[in-house]
């Protein structure tokens, strides 16, 4: 009988390892969600970093936080792979002055090897002696990729007032040609 006992007990600790006591997949749950809140908050720095001081490359930038074959959403609609994103965001870089960027109300789920990440977006610039103050709702789908996460997709809206300064935009642009 004590032998027998004594199996049960070693079975038990065996079973008991740290990674299945209880909580423990709440706190790795809850270390994944401020990891991909974390690289939300360092990928728009570092966008901030790129656009006022131009001490970063946007394209490397990019490249480090996104998937390689990730399709955005745009505000106003449109579906374009991240060479297209680069591309648009190189072009308004020229042109564009006293950027700045904030998050608000972000929340992170993670499921496994999968995540969202949904907030607002505020986006402040003056391009084209224009001032442009952008209301962003943002989506962003990661996946785990090794140790660490990479955004799979991306999605933005934008309210009437913000999609407003973007036909006034388009409309100076257009009388000034």
Same mark, same amino acid.
């Given at each position: 009988?004590?032998?027998?006992?004594?199996?049960?007990?070693?079975?038990?600790?065996?079973?008991?390892?740290?990674?299945?006591?209880?909580?423990?997949?709440?706190?790795?749950?809850?270390?994944?969600?401020?990891?991909?809140?974390?690289?939300?908050?360092?990928?728009?720095?570092?966008?901030?970093?790129?656009?006022?001081?131009?001490?970063?490359?946007?394209?490397?930038?990019?490249?480090?936080?996104?998937?390689?074959?990730?399709?955005? !959403?745009?505000?106003?609609?449109?579906? +374009?792979? =991240?060479?297209? #994103?680069?591309?648009?965001? %190189? *072009?308004?870089?020229?042109?564009?002055?006293?950027?700045?960027?904030?998050?608000?109300?972000?929340?992170?789920?993670?499921?496994?090897?999968?995540?969202?990440?949904?907030?607002?977006?505020?986006?402040?610039?003056? !391009?084209?002696?224009?001032?442009?103050? +952008?209301? =962003?709702?943002? #989506?962003?789908?990661?996946? %785990? *990729?090794?140790?660490?996460?990479?955004?799979?997709?991306?999605?933005?809206?934008?309210?009437?007032?913000?999609?407003?300064?973007?036909?006034?935009?388009?409309?100076?642009?257009?009388?000034?040609?």
């Amino acid at each position: 009988m004590r032998l027998l006992l004594g199996l049960c007990c070693l079975l038990l600790l065996a079973c008991n390892r740290q990674g299945d006591e209880p909580g423990s997949a709440a706190r790795s749950t809850e270390q994944d969600e401020q990891t991909i809140r974390g690289l939300i908050t360092s990928l728009n720095e570092g966008m901030t970093r790129a656009l006022t001081t131009g001490g970063i490359d946007t394209d490397s930038l990019m490249d480090f936080y996104y998937e390689k074959d990730i399709y955005y !959403i745009t505000p106003w609609g449109w579906s +374009e792979p =991240l060479d297209s #994103t680069k591309s648009r965001i %190189r *072009r308004a870089s020229a042109i564009l002055r006293d950027y700045d960027n904030r998050i608000e109300n972000l929340e992170v789920k993670v499921y496994g090897d999968g995540a969202y990440a949904s907030y607002i977006f505020r986006q402040n610039s003056m !391009i084209n002696d224009m001032m442009l103050e +952008e209301y =962003l709702p943002t #989506t962003v789908i990661l996946e %785990r *990729r090794g140790e660490g996460w990479k955004i799979v997709r991306m999605h933005r809206s934008t309210d009437y007032e913000t999609f407003q300064q973007y036909v006034a935009m388009q409309q100076q642009q257009q009388a000034g040609r």
